[in-house]
């Protein structure tokens, strides 16, 4: 393109027109290429990149642009991004850029050479999920090592252990792993001691955690997600290099560096989806294969000199390109889910037990479980061991069983909700603290885990004693304890808390002073995608206790009851008057659930007539008083909320099975909704919602046989308003 130039003298305007270069003159450079590094001092085992410089030539009117790197002026290799080696350590690199037009005029440039420092004296090692940290120093002669493992403001120190030959390794304290929210520190001691050492993990390196995979694979393609700024500046990892091993099914091992996507050649194998800030690789094989395992290394130098850091990340199949298989578990039901598995297929869940023999369950994916799989085992114990793998295939993932207890208070009393939890769960290991709102599993595990990213904002303290969790604005309680992260494999495991499905007398429920009480107890099965009323699961083996308390005077006046799982308990004596009835329930794995309800006992009805006495004698007719004025009627009060109830029998395929009840509960400003389903003073199913518009499953607590039922619906509004319905449904014969 021709540069114009003008020159002004008074009042004349020269115009100076400088030539053009011909269609066929060199590509001409206005600023030399550069070297781009993330570290401010070059070291082996760095990835470099190769900016183009300035040119006089778009690059649409090029039909060519290449690099090449020099070391000390000598051919060293080409690519725009370039591994620096071991031999590279003291002499200087620089890289050439050759741009070639259209009409094939070729012209080169060289950037600044820049020096290679020798490799780091100190290395540290470490790997995620696992518990073993290592390293190399020198000089090394009387040296000694000490590990600490930071948990958020939590220190934990481990042993010295000696260096030697230059070399030291070592276990994090506790027994406990490293996780991705942790971070590993190393302090020499001895004559010529570093100063200052590299730094692991941190969780700045994101890797993996709570079902965010940043390695991934596609064909032989291998990439690390950028979850930050793009490349240059910084690679999103925090890293200076990403190496990645393929140990193949049939044999063979191959190493290779990923390096920034856009700066390595074109591969048919290439996604256009691929961010330029993306590391991205070739596996020299070709395509990765199911049972192939793919490890990679994550490499930080520190520009201060301290050192460098080396994090291994967990290994994967190839079977399940970016996501490891990922758990949850409920240890009082031994309820195993695990999400992130291949599409088809047949899981193995292996619990391992300490001088018990190993339990295996084989479970098939299903695709309504959010394309997992679940294996009920039975209840864990601490150190206890699931191990998940596919049928016939290598191990998956492993999760550890620690302690996990919780008890859960529920107050429904005055019209209102409100929860309290307490447990307890292992010293010093992370433990997620719920959102004030809903303890739902089934919203919480389903939405938010597996899959999702779950927040672990706490460590348990050293007593084992979690804080206490109180939630005004849950609609349901589910007894879910908060979750404790394994730190050996990134699962996650938890205890669910026995709850109750409703209790007689229901909640606001006027009764006579005789009176039969149940409570069906069970759990929630957290797995169900279905409403927590259908995911029920009845606990027969629980226990239930009853207490009962003048609502006036908080003196107790009977109890503890023990409640019959099938007959319940009979209760007797109570004077007119509102109560306040504590049911507890205690589950074989030692948690404890807590509910309070008020009721109402009325007078009792008057006994039959007596026999008829003797006539006496008539007495004098008295004298006729004056008639009394008509007072003014009384004002006409508000109607209360009249439910609308619709109820449909939902009947099984097996003729055994005992038929289940849903009705449908509609009434303006409701808050709490209870229904029980009777006959003869017997209870068969019961129910409770804290909806006002809502499908009410009812758990059934007898046999339901046709006939006759009386339906009993106690509605309680936030003024205090109540209203008791009932009605009968008639239940036909099976056709």
């Not at 270069?21 to 060199?26: I, L, T």
């Not at 760095?46 to 000390?72: F, I, K, Y």
């Not at 493992?149 to 406990?176: F, I, K, M």
């Not at 991705?180 to 890797?207: M, R």
Request: with cysteine; charged share 15%.
């Amino acid at each position: 393109m021709a540069r114009l130039s003008t020159v002004a003298t008074a009042s004349v305007v020269v115009l100076l027109l400088t030539a053009a270069p011909s269609f066929g003159a060199a590509p001409v450079n206005f600023a030399p290429p550069k070297v781009v590094s993330d570290a401010q001092i070059v070291r082996p085992d760095q990835v470099l990149v190769c900016q183009d410089g300035e040119w006089d030539t778009p690059r649409p009117a090029l039909s060519a642009v290449s690099a090449s790197w020099l070391r000390d002026g000598s051919p060293a290799g080409s690519n725009f991004a370039y591994q620096v080696a071991a031999a590279d350590a003291g002499h200087a690199l620089a890289c050439r850029i050759t741009v070639t037009n259209l009409s094939s005029q070729s012209t080169s440039a060289t950037s600044q050479p820049v020096s290679v420092a020798s490799p780091f004296s100190t290395v540290v090692r470490a790997g995620l999920y696992t518990s073993q940290v290592s390293g190399s120093v020198s000089p090394a002669s009387g040296l000694s090592a000490r590990v600490t493992l930071n948990r958020v403001s939590r220190q934990l120190l481990g042993t010295q252990v000696p260096v030697s030959q230059g070399s030291w390794q070592t276990a994090l304290p506790g027994g406990h792993a490293l996780s991705g929210l942790d971070g590993v520190s190393v302090q020499f001691t001895g004559p010529g001691a570093p100063t200052s050492t590299p730094y692991v993990g941190g969780g700045g390196f994101d890797v993996g955690i709570g079902g965010v995979p940043v390695l991934f694979y596609q064909n032989d393609f291998v990439g690390f997600q950028v979850l930050r700024s793009p490349f240059p500046g910084s690679t999103g990892c925090g890293c200076n290099a990403v190496r990645v091993s393929v140990v193949r099914a049939a044999g063979g091992t191959e190493t290779f560096t990923l390096m920034p996507a856009g700066f390595i050649p074109t591969s048919s194998s290439a996604s256009s989806s691929y961010g330029t800030g993306d590391l991205v690789g070739t596996a020299p094989g070709g395509a990765i294969g199911p049972l192939d395992v793919v490890t990679a290394e994550i490499i930080r130098d520190d520009d201060q000199g301290a050192g460098r850091s080396v994090l291994s990340v967990p290994a994967f199949h190839g079977a399940f390109g970016a996501s490891r298989p990922q758990c949850a578990a409920d240890v009082a039901h031994g309820v195993v889910f695990c999400d992130s598995l291949f599409d088809s297929g047949t899981y193995r869940f292996t619990r391992r037990r300490s001088g018990q023999p190993n339990l295996v369950v084989d479970a098939v994916h299903q695709d309504g479980l959010d394309f997992g799989a679940k294996a009920t085992l039975g209840p864990l114990l601490p150190a206890d061991v699931v191990d998940v793998r596919l049928l016939g295939g290598p191990l998956l993932t492993s999760l550890h069983v620690g302690v996990a207890n919780t008890d859960v208070t529920v107050d429904r009393r005055d019209y209102g909700f409100s929860l309290h939890a307490t447990g307890t769960c292992p010293a010093d290991e992370w433990s997620e603290n719920p959102p004030s709102g809903a303890l739902d599993p089934l919203g919480y595990l389903q939405g938010s885990y597996p899959g999702y990213v779950l927040f672990f904002s706490y460590v348990c303290p050293v007593s084992g004693q979690q804080g206490a969790v109180d939630s005004n604005a849950a609609s349901d309680d589910t007894g879910r304890s908060p979750a404790i992260l394994d730190d050996q494999s990134g699962n996650v495991y938890f205890t669910v808390t026995d709850t109750l499905a409703g209790t007689t007398p229901l909640n606001g429920e006027i009764v006579g002073p005789t009176f039969t009480a149940s409570a069906p107890r069970g759990y929630i099965d957290w797995t169900r995608p279905q409403s927590i009323s259908q995911s029920f699961v009845p606990d027969p083996a629980a226990t239930v206790s009853l207490s009962i308390f003048s609502h006036n005077t908080s003196s107790q006046v009977a109890g503890p009851l023990t409640v019959d799982a099938t007959l319940g308990v009979q209760v007797e004596g109570l004077a007119p008057g509102i109560y306040d009835a504590h049911w507890r329930v205690d589950d074989h794995h030692a948690d404890s659930y807590t509910l309070f309800t008020t009721f109402t006992v009325a007078p009792g009805a008057n006994g039959p007539a007596g026999a008829t006495g003797a006539t006496g004698s008539p007495g004098a007719p008295g004298a006729r008083g004056d008639q009394g004025a008509k007072g003014p009627a009384g004002k006409r009060g508000p109607a209360g909320p009249v439910p609308k109830v619709r109820c449909h029998v939902v009947r099984s395929r097996i003729k055994s099975k005992t038929p289940k009840i849903s009705c449908t509960v509609r009434a303006t400003g409701a808050r709490i909704t209870s229904a029980r389903i009777a006959r003869r003073g017997r209870t068969y199913a019961i129910g409770m919602s804290a909806r006002a518009h809502t499908a009410l499953g009812l758990t059934t607590v007898r046999r339901l046989l046709p006939g006759s039922y009386t339906l009993t619906v106690v509605q309680l509004t936030a003024d205090g308003a109540q209203a008791v319905s009932r009605r009968t449904i008639r239940l036909p014969p099976r056709r």
